[in-house]
């Protein structure tokens, strides 16, 4: 790249304190390699950008990049015919007990190569990059062994190599039991302290350490251990709490400072005011909720009430949420969870960085942040959440490169 670009467009900065959305209308966001070096309304463009190369973008909209704060982007096989099932009748957790659900995912994705793993995942990544991810956020979580493990790890980081995309990975090995360690979960926690999270740390592929905290998953006493062992390596957790039934998961990894509680649907409000002390960003999965049909409601107006900051996820996986668009998440959190589309885009981008533990500033249009930006064929924001199935994305500019 050569030198400054001054782009020219409607501007949603996310940034706190300048009013809905940091909206500027008719702005200006300068861009120099790969770093955002002004942003604000083009009449106040310094004189030293007046002469780089301009671009106008007229009635676009300019947004931060979006995050996928939660997806289970790796996988083998698909769950077409549990989603039969379900429709026939049976439950998610009556399929899970029945040795179908996250073990029949673990059975294809161990069945699979590391280039069939790749080929798979960076399918459903297209998917999300047309749609104006540029970063996100991969679980473990179907290997459940330590090379299967690994390898999920191992194809998460190549995507980043394949793809314009920041990737962030989360070890999730306390996902589920696999038959090899029926009766015997605690020995299999063990196994997942003592001798996976270490390996996968030892070759550099853990970003964060996540669990399943319900019924068909792990006992809090369970993911207390996993949650040591993370502590142990400086490693920052968050769980998945609350999905189907209310084990005080939020509470659990709000009092270990986690980044994010994730699903909540049955959360109280002791698991809100733990999260709000605790800085713990609540993330919300209305792929998951629409999918399972749930009718229980996260409760939104407590977070809200509390100052517990909002989230919202793909969590992209073949069971509970085959959702290939964050777009499409936005629509869902504001019509099923009520969200305003200020508070949904605010939930793919700022708050979706603080669910990751990025730095101060990421998912915002802001002097000395990544120019990681997303161009929309839109002229407003709240457009972006309006349409359903809609393709509003224009272009990307990912590290200062428009791709
Ligand atoms: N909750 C979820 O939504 C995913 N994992 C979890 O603990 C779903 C995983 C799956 O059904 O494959
Ligand atoms: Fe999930």
Redesign the pocket.
Known sequence: MTGPICLHANIATMQKNQGSYGLIEKGCVVINEDKIVWVGPHHELPAEYIGVTQKHYSDRLITPALIDCHT?LV?GGD?AAEFEMRLEGAS?EEV?RAGG??VS?VKATRAASEEELLDGALKRLDMLLADGVGTIEVKS??GLDLKNELAMLRVARRLEKERPVHVRTTF?GA??LTPEYSNRADDYIDYVCNEILPAAVSEGLVDAVDG?C?GI?FSRKQIEKVFNAAAGLNLPVKL?AE?LSNLNGAALVAERRGLSAD?LEYLDQSGVDAMAKNGTVAVL?PG?FYTLHETRMPPVAALLEAGVPIAIAT?C?????PLFSLVLAMNMACTLFRLTPELALAGVTLNAARALGLEEGRGTIAAGQPADLAIWDVKMPAELSYGIGHRPLHARIHGGVLV
């Open positions: 289970h996988y769950r998610y899970a659900g996250i995912t979580g179907y999730l996902h589920a399943f319900e998953g998945h999905q699903h999965l998951a969590d996986n073949p069971g509970s949420s």
